[in-house]
Nanobody
Framework: QVQLVESGGGLVQAGGSLRLSCSAS????????MGWFRQAPGKEREFVAA????????YYADSVKGRFTIFRDSAKRTLYLQMNSLKPEDTAVHYC?????????????????WGQGTQVTVSS
């Protein structure tokens, strides 16, 4: 089993920044990815960013490219999402997740383990 705990959400004005953290514990995998997804009220959960844990290869949704950066600290087994130039449309519960094996990087269905989520609210 894998346990994921997110932190760092909050309320920020448009144009501001937040850094989300996701601390992982439990079993590890030989080759896996970790990602961030978000879900706004009444909308489906959507992909934000992902990183291949071993290689560091990153993937981003078009809506966040150039504004968000995903990175990890392997020693701490912690995933981060640096969010800059935040917009009101970024308001959502943000989740981190683990994809333990081959599967879609961009779809929630590819991920087996999820955190409880952290709320990000951007005011205009």
């Amino acid at each position: 089993q894998v346990q994921l705990v997110e932190s760092g959400g909050g309320l920020v004005q448009a144009g501001g920044s937040l850094r989300l953290s996701c601390s992982a514990s439990g079993r590890t995998f030989s080759s896996y990815a970790m990602g961030w997804f978000r879900q706004a009220p009444g909308k489906e959960r959507e992909f934000v960013a992902a990183i291949m844990w071993n290689s560091g290869t990153t993937y981003y949704a078009d809506s966040v490219k150039g504004r968000f950066t995903i990175f990890r600290d392997s020693a701490k087994r912690t995933l981060y999402l640096q969010m800059n130039s935040l917009k009101p449309e970024d308001t959502a519960v943000h989740y981190c997740a683990v994809r333990p094996s081959a599967g879609s990087i961009y779809s929630p269905a590819g991920y087996d383990y999820w955190g409880q989520g952290t709320q990000v609210t951007v005011s205009s």
